[in-house]
């Protein structure tokens, strides 16, 4: 597949899923073009957040404070397929975002009055103003459906204030391409020195005992090391678990300070790269050998050292002749296990510094077990046969990767049975599960914060992950989903995120988390009752959330929103709304998830059968006549004081226990 092929499969499924989601065009475009970006691991999770005016725009943004980073993206569409973009839009692009960025910390973005008519570009220019001196770094990104001139992107510069560096950045569909390429196994980084780089590398090799990798030491140029990263980018990093954000950006500030003032320092100061390959190509002059080539190199360890010193190369106060960079290389000896090998490698070079927490837990038995059931249980289809299932992504970029791998008949089966709008990852369910368990302000604080937490109780509690429990979690996204497209379509504004977890722990609150999730997996769709619920909820939660009237409240909706207090206060006020009936409540399902059958179900009846007055009879009788167990004796009076307020039987266990008790009370003489 070419390029041209490959861009009009992905804007034909771009509008596709536009369609189907209700969104606009450019907005699910830029949506897709962030997941290959989030795919290498440059990027977080950045929110989409549409505004326009004559010189200030945006399309989405992103911060992360634990890497001292704030991202902002705005896409410009190309006027044919894989059309030239020329390096005025470029800038262009470039200017609209950095003028979005002044204007919001100069508090200017918005006019007076335009604040409530655009609550969220409000939200976000107040949080591009709390990060006055929070951040080392501003990301600008352009992204395109066409093509553009790479001389187009300026090098980095720092700011006026000289705290924070700004990094102009490109995401066309060339490397969008690359990037699927890297996922389909067609694009291998093969670095020739002597040819392409006009140097070799002296090296040491280490003994032969290791069956499995061949390990080598080097000194690689900073000059050379600089080249191939602009040439390769993120292509070099493809197997680092880790991600660039996640590097405080201070220690890429001392990286670039040591370049300025004290470069033939760097080899002194830095703990160097550590790389992988395929393949090795030496030659040895006067028993000394030199490395000429490498196959399939991969950066796995160091790419804060090598991504400073490739945004060095424009800047006129380094000198990188001076920069030398220390260098191991393990070639993979073992084909058959290379991908474990690396990925064990990258983890124990990874292990000083910050990897996400949920790359991290990738292994763990409960993801895999939720992995099994999402290829195996198929999606209700009413009473046609089912076609599809839930795709779970236990590690990042896993769907697009083996998307990826396919073609023709294959990849159009795998699209049918996993679509893309049923994909789920683990942060999402961590979404779903905190918000269902009455923590949304868990799931305030971001994604991969509130899968730490939720991974810890995932750890301490051990859960068994049965079919049930499987489609329970599938259930919870459905109901995710609907709230979030419900409040989207009331165009708030801003704050959807919050308004999506508050509202789901309402939801919650209402059902005595017992909502019916066995009719929402049979269904695929939530019940209208729920979808009334939450409409009556959207008003509440949004006033509780970003109106003034409590002097608690927090002048920042977002930090407001991540405090326990907040949740507590909006319990308070759930109280006067009425509860779920009993009929959009779970009813007892079997352990495959399925429906009590009918024998089971009349057996509840049965149990129900008979009236309070009956039970208290049993219960003092038995007492009289010292029949039956104390505990037996006990269970009869409560089921007559349950019965007599009218409750049922909450399960098919307790009514059988209940038949069981008044069968022996009959056999030993009992008569009412």
């Known amino acids: 597949m070419n390029i041209k092929e490959f861009a009009q499969e992905l804007l ?61 993206f705005y896409i410009e569409r190309a006027d044919s397929l894989v059309g030239k973009i020329n390096n005025g839009r470029v800038q262009q692009g470039f200017n609209y975002l950095m003028r979005f960025y002044n204007e919001a910390m100069a508090g200017v973005l918005l006019k007076e009055g335009e604040e409530e008519e655009n ?18 770094q501003l990301r600008i ?3 395109t459906d066409g ?7 300026p090098a980095a510069v720092e700011s006026d204030e000289d705290n924070y560096v700004i990094e102009f950045n490109v995401w066309d569909m060339q490397r969008i391409y690359q990037q699927h390429n890297i996922r389909a196994g067609k694009e291998k980084v093969e670095i020739d020195f002597p040819t392409n780089y006009n140097t ?16 080598y030491l080097a000194i690689i140029p900073g000059k050379t090391l600089a080249k191939i990263y602009k040439q390769y980018q993120q292509v070099l990093l493809e197997k680092n678990v880790r991600t660039f ?44 050998l030199y490395i000429t080539r490498l196959f399939d190199w991969q950066i796995v360890n160091g790419g804060q050292t090598t991504a400073s010193i490739a945004a060095s190369l424009s800047d006129r106060e380094v000198d990188l002749s001076k920069v030398f960079v220390p260098m191991k290389i393990s070639v993979i000896r073992d084909k058959d296990h290379a991908n474990e090998i690396v990925k064990a490698i990258s983890t124990s070079a990874n292990s000083q510094t910050a990897i996400k927490n949920s790359d991290f837990s990738a292994n763990e038995p409960f993801l895999v077990d939720l992995e099994n059931f999402s290829r195996s249980e198929w999606v209700p289809n009413g009473k046609s046969k089912p076609i599809c299932k839930w795709y779970f992504e236990r590690t990042r970029g896993q769907y697009f990767d083996q998307l990826a791998q396919l073609s023709g008949f294959n990849e159009k089966s795998f699209r049918i049975e996993y679509p893309k709008n049923q994909r789920i990852t683990k942060t999402d369910i961590a979404k779903y599960e905190n918000g269902w368990r009455q923590r949304p302000y868990d799931v305030c604080w971001g994604a991969e914060k509130n899968y730490k937490s939720y991974v810890a109780d995932i750890k301490r509690d051990k859960p068994i992950v049965t079919p049930a429990y499987y489609k329970r979690i599938i259930a919870e996204g459905i109901l995710f989903n609907t709230i979030d497209s419900i409040v989207r379509s009331k165009n708030l504004g801003g704050y959807k995120a919050n308004m999506n977890a508050y509202i789901m722990s309402s939801l919650s609150v209402l ?14 769709k939530v019940q209208q009752a ?33 405090k326990v207090d907040c949740w507590n206060k909006l319990k308070l006020k759930l109280g006067d709304l009425d509860k779920f009936d009993e009929d959009f409540l779970q009813k007892e399902i079997n352990e495959d998830g399925s429906y009590l059958n009918e024998t089971q179900q009349n057996r509840i009846r049965e149990a129900e059968s008979y009236d309070p007055q009956f039970w208290f009879a049993l219960a003092n009788w038995a007492k009289e006549h010292n029949m039956l167990t104390p505990i037996d004796r006990k269970a009869a009076f409560n089921f007559g004081t349950m019965r007599s307020r009218g409750r049922g039987f909450v399960s098919l266990k307790q009514a059988m226990y209940a038949l069981r008790i008044a069968n022996t009370a009959k056999e030993q003489g009992f008569e009412q």
């Not at 609550?119 to 080392?136: D, P, R, V, W, Y």
């Not at 070799?200 to 390990?215: G, I």
Request: proline fraction near 3%.
């Open 12 to 72: 034909d499924n771009t509008k596709l899923s536009a369609e189907l989601n209700g969104v606009d065009f450019d907005e699910e475009l830029a949506t897709t073009i962030i997941e290959y970006i989030a795919d290498t691991g440059e990027v977080n999770a950045p929110e989409i957040c549409t505004f326009k005016k004559t010189r200030a725009r945006i399309t989405a943004y992103d911060y992360n404070d634990e890497a001292e980073s704030l991202d902002l």
């Open 119 to 136: 609550s969220e570009i409000a939200e976000i220019a107040e949080l591009i103003q709390s990060t006055k001196g929070k951040i080392s």
């Open 141 to 143: 990104y352009l992204l």
């Open 147 to 153: 093509l553009t001139d790479p001389a187009a992107v």
């Open 200 to 215: 070799e590398l002296q090296c040491l090799k280490m003994s032969d005992q290791n069956p499995f990798v061949d390990a």
């Open 245 to 288: 954000l996640q590097f405080k950006g201070k220690v890429n500030k001392e990286i670039r300070r040591t370049l300025r003032e004290q470069p033939d320092m760097f080899f002194s100061y830095n703990n160097g790269i550590s790389t992988t390959a395929s393949n090795i190509e030496l030659k040895e002059v006067d028993g000394v």
């Open 511 to 524: 059902s005595d988390e017992n909502l019916d999730m066995t009719y929402i997996w049979e269904n695929q």
């Open 530 to 562: 729920v979808v009334d619920k939450i409409e009556e909820l959207i008003p509440l939660v949004w006033v509780h959330i970003t109106g003034t009237s409590s002097g608690n409240q927090m002048q920042n909706v977002g930090e407001w929103c991540k």
